[in-house]
């Protein structure tokens, strides 16, 4: 039987995306700047369901009936775009914790949109499965292409302009290292589609980072390609400060981190004032997102294991493209 296997990794972004301005469309409120993460995958393979109903396995650490529930709204959606009467059998596997704030649906959903695009020999472009993803979860838009991405905003309300593309190659920065620092595996208590409801409708500093964080983005590009670790990294921490004040102000108030997330937090700190670069950013969870260059990954994790509460330490690099293969 035809089967397609597809590799995709999950994404972190440094300008951060946190609203939408078309649920249904999934467009988001502003563009996002994100890197692909080498050791944090999702495999998802395909086959033709049985039956008249799609079959789905998640073998993921953690499964919850929210995933489940999506995946079928995603497969039904794709079967209504492109006129496919099909079912499905889907197992996926994601290789770290699900739905617990390590961007588990930018790798699933995307792993998923390339998967339906071989089976069913669509032959779409990167911007038209970028499209695709982006109707599952926002992030999974960025994960359908490797190295340093651009989800663009987009100008029209149809959401045909609102796509991911690579901004530099995974080779652009050999040295550029992501830390995972993994302080929770559980999934997290109010959904991103939940908390960005709640922060795009109450929050009050909501307009101010939409308007500042617009204007980081060239700067963030410029930072990158001049391989700037200090100016990414100020960048990134002014980004994702701003987006947690939003959470915080928001009503009721978001805050998903942990004693240990705050505890890293400021070890990060203190480590930079010791003179190791590092920075740090969180997406809506308790674990923390390390970047820093190669030279100095043992001596931040030989600190930061030391933190009460750190389960585990993921290094990564900017990661590849996905890779799709055909039975
Ligand atoms: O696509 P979602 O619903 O997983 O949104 C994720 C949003 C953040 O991870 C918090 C930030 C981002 O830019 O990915």
């Known amino acids: 039987m035809q089967s397609v296997t597809v590799k995709t990794h999950a994404n972190i972004s440094l300008i951060k995306y946190w609203g939408k301005r078309d649920e249904v469309l999934f467009l988001p409120t ?195 390609r001049n391989k700037n670790l200090h100016e990414v990294g100020e960048l990134a921490e002014a980004d994702w400060a701003e987006m947690q004040q939003t959470m915080l102000d928001s009503q009721p108030q978001l805050d998903y981190w942990t004693p240990t997330s705050r505890d890293v937090m400021q070890a990060i700190k203190t480590l930079r004032s010791a003179g190791i670069p590092c920075y740090f950013t969180t997406e809506a969870g308790p674990n923390v997102k390390l970047i820093c260059l190669e030279n100095n990954v043992q001596t931040i994790i030989k600190t930061l294991r030391e933190i009460d509460g750190v389960l585990d330490i993921i290094a990564c690099k900017v990661a590849q493209a996905p890779i799709v293969t055909e039975k």
């Not at 209504?80 to 596997?93: E, R, S």
């Not at 992030?139 to 593309?165: K, M, P, Q």
């Open 30 to 224: 502003k563009s996002s700047l994100c890197i692909a993460l080498s050791e944090l995958t999702t495999t998802t393979s395909i086959t033709q369901a049985a039956g008249d109903q799609d079959e789905i396995s998640i073998n993921w650490q953690v499964t919850t009936e929210i995933s489940h529930k999506k995946i079928i709204d995603f497969l039904t959606l794709f079967r209504t775009l492109y006129g496919i009467k099909q079912f499905f059998a889907i197992t996926t596997h994601n290789n770290f914790p699900t739905a617990a704030g390590l961007a588990s649906s930018s790798s699933g959903f995307a792993a998923l949109a390339l998967a339906l695009n071989a089976f069913s020999k669509l032959n779409l472009s990167e911007k038209e499965l970028s499209i695709l993803a982006r109707q599952g979860s926002g992030s999974a838009s960025r994960s359908v292409c490797g190295g340093f991405i651009t989800w663009h905003r987009g100008e029209n309300e149809l959401g045909t302009d609102s796509y991911a593309e690579q901004t530099f190659d995974a080779q652009h920065w050999p040295e550029f290292r992501v830390l995972v620092i993994v302080v929770r595996n559980d999934a997290k208590k109010v959904s991103s589609r939940e908390g960005m409801r709640i922060t795009t409708s109450t929050s009050p500093s909501y307009q101010t980072w939409l308007t500042n964080s617009a204007q980081r983005m060239p700067l963030i590009v410029e930072a990158i």
